[in-house]
């Protein structure tokens, strides 16, 4: 009995226990529902609106300096003007004000100014004079901020591989992008704390929390180089009505940028304005998809992004993995009847009329298809893989910028004789003119592969101090040291006696190799015209190599781009402080020549037809040598303006009809 009555007394307590807990925690819900509903509103608001006070602090992006610490790509100081709707006292006034200094209209403000939002940014970039005014309206609730533009000092220089920013200040291409880590600086904060209202609290100022500038990048580039190979390419491109061209100059001997120029291109100061005229006159019609094209385009860096058939520029391979592999020396003799027959196919030699008789010397110096076709053959497919594999052509160079492209070439297993010899001379493969570059440069310089670039360092804000020397990967003995050498010898002949005589220069040792490759398809018989060039041949401290595409009339790569590389080398080697390796009295010969009596300005003939040609030329003292069965004549050498000793023959080309031959395979050097 005893324990029911305990257990009734227990039972009570507990009950009037759980009563108790069960009205607190009704209390408790009912304070729970009453901020939320009530007060939580005016609680959210103000801690947005608290939020709503933070403005970003911009740092500063870092500059872009050439070798020498010339400024190519800068941030210049620029204002943002906002306002803080709660903390304006007169809206009409404020508007006007504004609109005034700013040249808007004042309803376009105005409007601005009434949206009731924590931030309404009125315009973006204010200079530094309209900012003191309107600090000087002293207007309550607008904010001016200071933040950075980009800004290129020399416009389009270097356009493709500087690159851009875009209005995030983020690269866009080129090395903006690159090194858009280094760049970009850390943004600071101002911090500003307001009651509810907005209005600022008592007693309670600005906060600032300092970000970071961004960090200069020192590049290899030389304005000085870049400047003069722009507009050697630009005059090139326009005087042979040309598609485009482009000259790099690079050390060989670690893979250093001075100058990569490209024509046509574009302001970095305006990169969303077209630079093609045709483009721009239709520009508003275009939609935006094909607007975009045409702009991804224009600022490409088809030197890096994109792959073209080398042609002979290329023999530079063969010619290396046969020395290399013992297969044959440069005194080796061959013969050349203008055409090869490999399995069942006749591929032809530039020169219709075949080499003859001639040693490997003088097969690079002449450049002959057939000499090459027979080294690819005796290389066999296994071997002449191994060495695409050496000099990397199926792998990215590695240089510092984005969109990299890589060779293309037959699968291994598909190679025959006919694919084997024409790859053999620079067809049927395709890499990009920097691999090309790159290759050389083993070739030259004693045989390591370098990684072209073009970022030399990575420097503190102020460009002061080197925090970082940028450093890249190098293989060396791609082919030996002997190899390498016996090269040189033959590339400084193509100079001295070949076919890159118009590279040549008093006192200088260069060494060279021209091509002109056929576009495809080749029955639209359009060309790429190159020269690759170095100096000196000893010791080669700068490689040029420019391309010419699609020029008109006379398209041989040793017509057209020697002379524009031997104008380059001609100011460069003396301003990179290269000596001349001989006194100009041992090649007194070429002056002696050149001031011979007896020579003439060659006339221009294109258009003509044979009749008028033909009296136009012997007026001038010269003979006529015509090819081909048309009616006009289509081109001309030498060139028209250029010096010829009389009494020699001018060669004009009559626009021919093509014949049945097989016209897979160039026929031009
Ligand atoms: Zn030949």
């Not at 960090?215 to 009505?241: G, P, R, W």
């Not at 057209?560 to 104008?567: D, F, L």
């Not at 010829?644 to 031009?668: C, H, Q, S, V």
Request: proline share 3%; hydrophobic share 35%.
């Amino acid at each position: 009995m005893k324990s029911h009555y305990v257990n009734t007394i227990y039972r009570n307590r507990l009950r009037i226990l759980a009563v108790i807990l069960l009205v607190c925690l009704l209390g408790l819900m009912l304070r729970v529902v009453y901020i939320k509903l009530v007060s939580g509103g005016y609680l959210t608001e103000l801690s947005d609106e608290l939020h709503n006070r933070e403005r970003t602090l911009e740092s500063k992006r870092g500059d872009i300096v050439d070798r020498s610490g010339v400024v190519l790509a800068t941030s210049g100081s620029i204002c943002r003007v906002s306002v803080v709707h709660n903390q304006v006292e007169n809206e009409e006034e404020t508007a006007r004000v504004l609109a005034e200094i700013l040249g808007l209209t004042y309803e376009e403000v105005l409007e601005k100014v009434q949206k009731r939002v924590a931030l309404q940014i009125i315009q973006n970039q204010v200079s530094t004079e309209q900012a003191q005014q309107i600090r000087q309206a002293n207007l309550p609730g607008v904010m001016i901020d200071e933040n950075y533009d980009r800004y290129y000092p020399f416009g389009s220089l270097a356009a493709q591989t500087l690159g851009f920013v875009g209005s995030d200040n983020q690269g866009v291409v080129g090395l903006e992008v690159a090194y858009d880590a280094y760049l970009q600086g850390i943004d600071g904060r101002i911090l500003s704390l307001t009651d509810a209202r907005g209005v600022n609290l008592e007693g309670q100022g600005e906060q600032l929390e300092k970000g970071a500038d961004g960090h200069v990048l020192q590049t290899t580039l030389d304005v000085n180089l870049q400047q003069y190979a722009e507009q050697l390419i630009e005059k090139a491109v326009t005087q042979k009505n040309a598609n485009k061209g482009a000259l790099i100059a690079m050390n060989p001997q670690n893979g250093e940028i001075y100058a990569m120029a490209l024509y046509p291109s574009f302001d970095l100061n305006t990169p969303f304005t077209i630079q093609d005229e045709t483009l721009a006159q239709t520009w508003d019609q275009m939609d935006e998809a094909a607007q975009m094209d045409a702009l991804n385009q224009m600022w490409r860096n088809w030197c890096i992004n994109d792959t073209y058939e080398p042609g002979s520029t290329f023999k530079i391979v063969t010619a290396s993995a046969a020395l290399e592999e013992g297969l044959t020396s440069l005194e080796e003799g061959f013969h050349c009847s203008g055409n090869l027959v490999v399995a069942d196919r006749r591929i032809r030699c530039h020169k219709s009329g075949g080499h003859g008789s001639l040693t490997f010397l003088q097969g690079v110096q002449q450049s002959c298809n057939p000499v090459f076709m027979t080294l690819a053959l005796r290389l066999g497919v296994d071997r002449f893989y191994e060495y695409l594999d050496r000099f990397e052509f199926d792998e990215k160079t590695g240089i510092d910028v984005p969109g990299e492209a890589t060779g293309l070439m037959h699968d291994k297993a598909n190679v025959g004789p006919v694919e084997l010899a024409t790859m053999g001379f620079g067809q049927s493969l395709t890499i990009t003119p920097i691999q090309l570059l790159r290759t050389a440069a083993a070739v030259v310089n004693g045989g390591t592969l370098v990684t072209p670039h073009f970022g030399k360092s990575i420097m503190d804000s102020s460009a002061q101090t080197v925090l970082k020397e940028l450093t890249y990967d190098t293989q060396p003995q791609v082919i030996s040291a002997a190899t390498s050498d016996a090269m040189r010898t033959a590339l400084e002949s193509v100079v001295t006696e070949g076919g890159g005589s118009k590279a040549s220069i008093n006192g200088y040792s260069i060494g060279g190799k021209t091509a002109t490759s056929q576009k495809l398809p080749r029955s639209a018989h359009q060309y790429i015209s190159s020269f690759l060039g170095f100096s000196p041949v000893e010791d080669a401290q700068i490689m040029v190599l420019c391309l010419v595409d699609e020029p008109e009339g006379i398209y041989y790569g040793g017509t057209v781009c020697a002379p524009i590389v031997k104008e380059f080398l001609e100011n460069a080697l003396p301003y990179l402080g290269v000596k001349p390796n001989y006194s100009t009295e041992e090649s007194g010969e070429t002056d002696a020549l050149d001031a011979e009596e007896g020579y003439t300005a060659a006339p221009d003939v294109l258009g003509m037809s044979y009749a008028q040609a033909k009296k136009t030329i012997e007026e001038a003292g010269l003979e006529v040598e015509s090819l081909g069965s048309g009616e006009v004549v289509s081109e001309q050498f030498p060139l028209a303006g250029e010096e010829i000793r009389k009494g020699t023959k001018l060669i004009i080309y009559l626009e021919e009809e093509k014949t049945n031959e097989d016209t897979r395979f160039n026929e031009a050097d």
